[in-house]
Every structure is written in structure tokens, then in C-alpha cells.
């Protein structure tokens, strides 16, 4: 049997096509580099993390603009029922306060009487009753009682911290769209494996029949060969549904028309990895380490409320006419405002951050053990799927090695159908697991990797 031996070719030649290649340290596929790009661009939480740090450092501008000076123009027109005036004893006496000026200028006696030619001039209004003002405020705080500079700091830190959520967001996003690739590489190495295990049902089918036709064999042995390519066609349906599902999910992460993604053929690259490479501090301890340190300034500046502010502040009008009698036309001063007492609400303020600081520092070990923790499981994983692989690879040498035995059994008839199908069978399966036994190193890589803070894409 000819056809037999030709079968068996193809599935080695399969086996050595599909077993992937091992890559040094972390190389992905550009095509994945450039989904996850897309992915991290399209991710809606990315965005919105990248608004909060935005606005973080409009907190900083704000901050530093505690120190410049704010300049107000005013402007207004008030009409009052009437003028303010001296009352009439007030009046009586600066009229005669005139007199007596007068007369001492023109050399007459006090007690003399008033000559009646010279005029007298009217009390002036404190205040007329229609009032047009125009002018303008300065105000200047020259300190803050160090309250600026500490929201300054406090700011900053939660900007990075911001920051690095965002980085923190950004490997999580990414390891989901490497696994979702690495499943649909796993999906198309599958497929491989039951294309050739089609063809090889197809000449079989083809020999059956000859041999029906020439009286070597019954025809149950057709039924048989139907009912496992009834079965391969269900095996096939069901990875092309998990290729749609692969393509659909690839999609909602990346944006890519499926159009394209389905154009994907990706391959199971397996990954080396050196066990004595340095593990780096995670960008989820960097987030809550400034996360601590923005809570730690924001103590400050509460408590420095307690600290005196001091301020300028200056006034200048432009229009003289309607001023009272008591209006300055303009003024400049300085002032200190010293907050002695406010009911213990900074304090009550500064202990509740206070609590929060020392929150944070809880999560930051918390998160240290859970990371500890995650690196040794990662690593044990890793060791177990190359472990798996060996003893895959002996399953496949075993299992090719049996239908190699059974397949020559078959052709000196001391075998039947039934005994090279399950040795097919029993091959697929072997291939399948291996494709498996791959994906699950490149998980465990990746896995190891981002638990060990040196994830790259």
C-alpha cells in the first residue's frame, strides 16, 4: 500500500512544518507587535487613564498659578435716593469756619459782621446720589504658607502615578491580545493537522473502494472510513468556529478589519527564556509608591494651613468724580492671614490622608508578596510546560512509530481499518497536544515575564 506510506510522509512532513521554531529572550511577530500598538491606541480605559494624568497636570498649573498676580477691573453705576450730606449742625459750623477764614484773610476783626457781597460756598456732598465707578483690584500672594508647593509636588507624584497605571493597564492589555493570538495560532496549527489527516482518509477511501470492487475487503470497512471523516468534518467545524470567535475577539482589542484578520496565518514561536534574568520593580508598585508619596504631600499642605499667608493687594480709580469724600483714589498694601483655629478640620483632614498613606503602603506590601508569589508560580509553570513538551514529543515518537508498525501490518493483511485508524487517531491527538504543549510555553513566558517586570512589545 503505496497511498499508506505516502500518508504517513505527509503527516511527518506536517509534524516537522508545525513544530515551531525557538526565538531568543521575548522576539514577537511584528504583525502582533504592531495589534498590540493598535490595541493600547484603541483601548477606551488607556484613554481615559491618560485624561486623568491630563488633568493632573492642570493641578499643577493651577498650583503654580497661586503665585501670580490676579488682576480684576471693575465697573458699576449705583443711583441713591438722594445725597449724602453733612447733618445741619455739621454744615452751620463749616459755614462759619468759612466766615471766620474769610474775615482773617481780609483783615477784619472776628466779632465784626460779615460782608454781604462776598459769596460762601456750599458744604460739598459726602456722597452724590448718582454714582458711576470704574477702577481696578490687584491681588498677590507672595506665600502660601508652602500650601502651593506641596499641591504642586502632590500633583506631579499623582501624575506619575497615573503614569504608570496606564503602563500597568497597557501589559495586561497586551498579554490578552498575545494569548488571543497565540490561541489562534493554535487554532490554525490544528487545522494543519486534520488537513492532512483528510487527505489521508480521502486515499484511503479511494483504496477501500478499489478493494470492495476487487473482493479484499466488505464494505463496513467504507462505513468505517465515512464515519471518521463524519467525525474529521465536526473536528473541522468546530476550529472554524473558534477561528471566527478568535477574529471576533482580535477585533473588539485591536480595531483591525476582520478583513485582514483573517488573512493571519500565526505560528506558535516558542520563546527562550533565561531564569537568571533580573526581575524589575512592577509598574504596579511604581504607581502606589507615588501614589504614597502624592498622599504624603497632600498631609503637608493640609497641615500647612495652620502656616501665616501673606498678601498684596492694591486698588486704583479711574473715575474721580463720583467718589465720596472717604474714597481713596487708589491704595497698596500688604497683609498676613494667619488661620489660628478652624475647628480642627485640617487636622481632622491631615489624619484621614494620613490613614490613606499608611493604605497604601498596606497595598504596596500586599502587592510585593502577591508578585513574589506570582514569579514562583510563573516559574513553575514554565519548568512543568517544558517538562510537558519532552514527554510529548516521546507520545509522538511512540505513536509514529506504532502506525508505522500497524500500517505495514495493514498491507500484509494482519491488521485491520480499525487498528490504523486508531493509530491515526492516536497520532493527531499527539500532534494536537504538542501544539498545546507550545502555546502553553509561550503562556508561561509571557506570564513569567510580566511577573517578573520585564514584559516587551
Known sequence: MNINKVALNCVLLLL????PTEISAQELDPILKDLI?????????LKSNKIESEQAKVDQQIAKSVFLPKITFNGSYTRLNDDITFDDDTQTLLIETQKLIIKDAIGLPFNSPFPDNIPLQEAANLQD??????????????????????????????????????LAEADKIAL???????????????????TTTENYLNEQAYYVKKAIENGLTTPISRKKIELAQQQLAAKQLDFRHKNILLIEVLHQLTGEPK?????????????????????????EIRALEEAKKATNYKQKMEKSSFIPKIAIKGHYEFIEDDLSLLDPKWFIGAGIKWNVFDGNTSRLKSKKTHLESEKLREQITDANEMIALSITKAQLTYEAALENTKIVEKEIELASDTY???????????????????????????NFKLQESFYNERRAVADLRHAKGILTY
Request: glycine share 2%.
Open 16 to 19: 516537522i512544518t508545525v513544530i
Open 37 to 45: 500598538h493598535k490595541g493600547l491606541q484603541k483601548n477606551h480605559t
Open 129 to 166: 446720589k448718582n454714582i458711576l465707578k470704574s477702577s481696578v483690584d490687584l491681588d498677590w500672594v507672595l506665600f502660601s504658607g508652602f500650601e502651593a508647593s506641596n499641591a504642586l509636588k502632590a500633583s506631579k507624584h499623582k501624575e506619575s502615578s497615573l503614569n504608570y497605571v496606564g
Open 176 to 194: 490578552q491580545i498575545i494569548e488571543t493570538y497565540d490561541k489562534l495560532a493554535l487554532v490554525k496549527a490544528s487545522e494543519k493537522v486534520l
Open 259 to 283: 478583513a485582514n484578520l483573517k488573512l493571519l496565518n500565526p505560528h506558535l514561536q516558542v520563546f527562550s527564556f533565561n531564569d537568571d534574568s533580573n526581575t524589575e520593580k512592577r509598574n
Open 404 to 430: 508505522d508498525l500497524i500500517n505495514q501490518q495493514y498491507k500484509n493483511n494482519l491488521a485491520s481499518i480499525n487498528d490504523v485508524l486508531d493509530a491515526l487517531n492516536d497520532l493527531e491527538k499527539a
